[in-house]
């Protein structure tokens, strides 16, 4: 099966100020999404592995290293995520993004070892969806636990689902937390 793309989103943030500090090194952040077909179509279908098998990977060569160019900067932080137009269900957009196939590819390009945190629901055109992001080697990393809202507009419509990938340079700007276990004693 080939996928439809309808749009591909490419957003950077680069942050170099929060709460009146300076942010060095200034903290980027690159999301990239594609806007697809449901391969699934409306409705209940009760294998979705075998499609997932066959077009996971497609869909992480379009996302994956593309979001890892576009943040311009060695990744440390990732996620991804998959919002599923109306028509389709919530299980249709996990099948795509929690497959190894899809999942390796942005790993391998970001240099990556750990799970990559996900997000993904049902949602109407326009409809924010917060895409929760790990350090990408030690998801015990507290400084690199972070929340991005991604919106696209338009997107997706009932028969579509926006899948992507979401990398960041650092960890929170201005970050400050001990480190994971300090209150406790633990390391």
Do not use: W
């Amino acid at each position: 099966m080939t996928i439809s793309v309808r749009k591909t989103v490419r957003h950077l943030e680069v942050t170099e100020l929060e709460n009146g500090q300076p942010v060095s090194p200034e903290h980027r952040l690159a999301f990239v999404g594609i806007v697809i077909e449901n391969p699934y179509g409306s409705g209940y279908t009760q294998d979705l592995v075998t499609l997932a098998d066959e077009i996971a990977e497609s869909i992480g060569d379009l996302t994956g290293p593309a979001c890892v160019e576009l943040l311009g900067a060695p990744v440390e932080a990732f996620g991804k995520v998959a919002l599923v137009g109306i028509g389709g269900e919530v299980e249709h957009g996990s099948a795509l993004i929690h497959n190894l196939k899809f999942g390796n590819v942005f790993r391998n390009a970001a240099g990556g070892t750990e799970l990559l945190p996900a997000a993904e629901k049902v949602g109407l055109p326009g409809d924010p969806i917060d895409v929760p992001l790990k350090h990408k080697t030690d998801s015990k990393t507290r400084s690199h636990h972070q929340t991005v809202t991604l919106q696209v507009p338009g997107a997706p419509l009932p028969n579509e689902i926006l899948v992507g990938c979401v990398a960041t340079s650092s960890g929170r700007p201005l970050s400050r937390l001990a480190t994971f276990g300090a209150e406790t004693g633990e390391k």
